[in-house]
Nanobody, 122 residues
Framework: QVHLVESGGGLVQVGGSLRLSCTAPGRTLSTYALGWFRQDPGKEREFVARIGRLGTRYADFVKGRFTISRDNAKNTIYLEMNSLKPEDTAVYYC?????????????????WGQGTQVTVSS
């Protein structure tokens, strides 16, 4: 089991940017598939982006605005979010799959972080 820690959330105005980070203290994430999901209260958790053996994948609603990347030296993955919209407001979660094969469904991941709140104000 991997303990994931997200950071970088906050309050930002429409059109602004944030960079989320996810790390696993004491564990090496370089061979893991890692994904970012988000969830609004009362809604299902939805896929945002992932990185793994097949490279990177994005949800259609973030293509061209969000970028997922990993820094193996820092054992960290990032989600760079630009041109933020009010509908991007949610709790963002980092998820990990040790096999390196991720997916777009939450069930493809074994471990989850606590989440970080992103609020975009208009």
């Amino acid at each position: 089991q991997v303990h994931l820690v997200e950071s970088g959330g906050g309050l930002v105005q429409v059109g602004g940017s944030l960079r989320l980070s996810c790390t696993a203290p004491g564990r090496t994430l370089s061979t893991y598939a890692l994904g970012w999901f988000r969830q609004d209260p009362g809604k299902e958790r939805e896929f945002v982006a992932r990185i793994g053996r097949l490279g990177t994948r994005y949800a259609d609603f973030v293509k061209g605005r969000f970028t997922i990347s990993r820094d193996n030296a820092k054992n960290t993955i990032y989600l760079e979010m630009n041109s933020l919209k009010p509908e991007d407001t949610a709790v963002y979660y980092c998820a990990a799959n040790p096999t390196g094969w991720g997916g777009n469904q939450p069930s493809a991941y074994d471990d989850w972080g606590q989440g970080t709140q992103v609020t975009v104000s208009s």
